[in-house]
């Protein structure tokens, strides 16, 4: 299983919004709805900010949002604020309790 | 509030062997599938290892087959990793997360740290 595929950076102004994608194949992403994101701070655990494709767990601002079409999935963020820079990972489930993860994306808010 | 904990991590020699181990606290343990997942240095995340409720499913990222080993007791409320035949490749801060189904990790550990190297 190769990993799914995400810009390394992006980037937007306090108060812009924000896409990240990520890419996979039909053999994940456009095989389940299982499409998670991840926020990642340095040198802090990951945590999950979005779940089966545009989920969000208690304590997740709706600011962050998701979507899929066919093999690609999509966070968007918007009304970007200081404390959303970080690193975002996705993943997908790929069957027989495999998962499989994105590359990560780097976002900077100017 | 759900707690996870783990240590065991350190140098290890190429070829030698490490357990890691993770406490779990704040939920119900033995409902809930397991997974190990690691990054290496400035690199992504990798899922490693998953182990189901009873223990009796395990699955295992390629790179590791034949080499790690995942159990859990329900009991002490622990999950394990045995890291056999370690590679430099492996070095990675290590993961323990809770696992909901279809591999969504709503919670994870501060993480520990595996140097592999001579």
């Known amino acids: 299983q190769s990993a799914l595929t995400q810009p390394p950076s992006a980037s937007g102004s306090p108060g812009q919004s924000v896409a990240i994608s990520c890419t996979g194949t039909?053999?994940?992403?456009?095989?389940?709805?299982?499409v998670s994101w991840y926020q990642q701070h340095p040198g802090k655990a990951p945590q999950l900010m979005i779940y089966?494709?545009?989920n969000r767990p208690s304590g997740v601002p709706d600011r962050f949002s998701g979507s899929k079409s066919g093999n690609t999935a999509s966070l968007t963020v918007t009304g970007l604020q200081a404390e959303d820079e970080a690193d975002y990972y996705c993943?997908?489930?790929?069957?027989?309790?495999?998962?499989?993860f994105g590359g990560g994306t780097k976002l900077t808010v100017l | 509030e759900v707690q996870l904990v783990e240590s065991g991590g350190g140098l290890v020699q190429p070829g030698g062997s490490l357990r890691l181990f993770c406490a779990a606290s704040?939920?119900?343990?033995?409902?809930?599938?397991m997974s190990w997942v690691r990054q290496a240095p400035g690199k992504g995340l990798e899922w490693v290892a998953n182990?189901?409720?009873?223990?009796?499913?395990?699955y295992y990222v390629d790179s590791v087959k034949g080499r790690f080993t995942i159990s859990r007791d329900n009991a002490k409320n622990s999950l394990y990793l045995q890291m056999d035949s370690l590679r430099v490749e492996d070095t990675a801060i290590y993961y323990c997360?809770?696992?909901?189904?279809?591999?969504?990790?709503?919670?994870w550990g501060q993480g520990t740290l595996v140097t592999v190297s001579s």
């Open positions: 997360a809770k696992d909901t189904a279809y591999n969504i990790f709503d919670y």
């Open positions: 704040g939920f119900t343990f033995r409902n809930y599938w």
């Open positions: 182990i189901k409720v009873d223990g009796n499913e395990k």
């Open positions: 039909s053999s994940d992403i456009g095989a389940y709805n299982y």
């Open positions: 089966e494709i545009n």
């Open positions: 993943s997908s489930f790929a069957g027989t309790k495999q998962v499989i």
